[in-house]
């Protein structure tokens, strides 16, 4: 349900665009790991996912949300997975991410465990992954789906005041935004090994989102990336409006 509310109100806040890697898709059982920004985020790449294949994914969330009422029945109604985190309760999640998959879904996760503290708009590069998703990866052998996405801090940064104005004046800007798609990867044992892979093509997917939005932070140098490129790319992508 969310998902399909997502890929309905996306487009009233921005304009959403999404790539693909050349051998990208997301088979049944897949995590799917994206790198976080922003409380807007999920949103896009739940509407990008939605649109481009249909998938929809059980998504492990802060157990905060539950408490919101009426969203609370939607999250339960989807299946998605409380987190609890820094308690012993947290583990539990990955069990419940477990069950899922075995089951056929598709389990959308953010390694990084929360947001960065940066206030303004700008994009940033992941943050250091946390262990459960190379723990996850290892426990029930699913493939690992890499997701970038760039452009939900033009909706939502910053404290609560600039949110809120974000939110409202989101429909009069239209702020561009852009999810990138992996092709899926297979981790490997080694749980130090397995995070830092995911985190590099989780960075490499956000690079390729950020820089067509023509974000700096997508270089190392600082440079606008893809200037040239906004019509007609450089690489072999498959490039269209979500």
């Keep these: 349900m969310l998902s399909r509310i997502s890929a309905n109100l996306v487009p009233f806040f921005g304009r959403l665009t999404v790539t693909t890697d050349p051998e990208a898709r997301v ?5 799917i790991v994206v790198n976080h920004t922003s409380s807007a985020d999920s949103a896009l790449v739940l509407a990008a996912l939605r649109r481009r294949w249909a998938v929809e994914p ?4 802060t157990a905060g949300l539950w408490r919101v009422p009426v969203l609370n029945r939607v999250l339960v109604r989807d299946g998605y997975v409380p987190v609890f985190r820094n308690t012993p309760r947290a583990s539990a999640a990955l069990d419940q991410a477990a069950v899922a998959l075995a089951s056929g879904r598709n389990v959308m996760l953010y390694a990084e465990g929360r947001l960065p503290v940066r206030r303004d708009a700008a994009e940033t590069p992941p943050e250091d992954f946390r262990t459960g998703l190379a723990r996850l990866a290892r426990a029930t052998g699913a493939p690992v789906v890499p997701i970038g996405q760039a452009g939900a801090r033009r909706i939502i940064s910053g404290g609560r005041t600039k949110q809120l104005a974000g939110v409202l004046t989101a429909p009069v800007r239209r702020p561009g ?3 990138h798609i992996g092709a899926p990867i297979r981790l490997p044992e080694d749980v130090a090994e397995a995070t830092a892979m995911a985190h590099g093509a989780v960075t490499a997917a956000w690079r390729t989102a950020a820089g067509a939005l023509g974000e700096p932070a997508a270089l190392p140098d600082g440079r606008a990336p893809f200037a040239t490129t906004r019509r007609g790319r450089r690489w072999s992508l498959r490039r269209r409006r979500a």
């Design 58 to 61: 059980v998504l492990l969330a």
């Design 27 to 31: 088979e049944p059982g897949s995590i």
């Design 177 to 179: 935004l852009h999810v």
